[in-house]
């Protein structure tokens, strides 16, 4: 059961870095900054795969890590798409423009990314991309947990 756990933790981490590069190259919907964010911490968690291999609670820990990671980047991130706090300035609207020349401004809006992090380019049942991604990831780092479980309690030796 450990390793069939192990296993569906991986192919989770694998799946939303997959779908997050086909919504990228197969739909055209390029990334802001915190989608980005949020896929790095999954390739961490596909260190996990040292698992399958080796004994030990190190690697499973690496993956429900990484999965989490992410899980809250997905969390801050649906949070400034919902407006409940200020997300990073270099890829949200926002702040105070009183003060800026006309070539501060313009220079601010050149710089500014193409994609921003405070908008939501695609919902599905009410859940953003970063969303379903805090639930997925939240998952996945659960799977990773309970595949330290045996028995009913707590294993830190090592497993097979």
Request: aromatic content about 10%.
């Amino acid at each position: 059961m450990r390793r069939q756990l192990q296993i569906l933790a991986l192919l989770g981490s694998v799946g939303l870095l997959l779908g997050a590069l086909a919504f990228e190259y197969i739909g055209g919907m390029a990334p802001c900054a915190l989608c980005i964010w949020q896929r790095w911490p999954h390739v961490v968690a596909l260190a996990g795969a040292g698992a399958l291999a080796l004994p030990g609670v190190f690697w499973p820990l690496i993956g429900a890590g990484g999965a989490a990671v992410s899980g809250a980047i997905g969390v801050y991130h649906t949070g400034v798409e919902r407006a409940w706090w200020p997300g990073p300035t270099s890829c949200s609207a926002g702040g105070d423009l009183s003060g800026m020349s006309a070539e501060e401004l313009l220079a601010q809006i050149m710089a500014a990314p193409v994609v921003r992090c405070d908008e939501v380019p695609w919902e599905m049942l009410g859940l953003s991309m970063a969303s379903w991604n805090a639930v997925a990831s939240f998952g996945i780092a659960g799977l990773w947990l309970l595949s330290l479980r045996q028995g009913g309690k707590w294993s830190f030796a090592a497993q097979k």
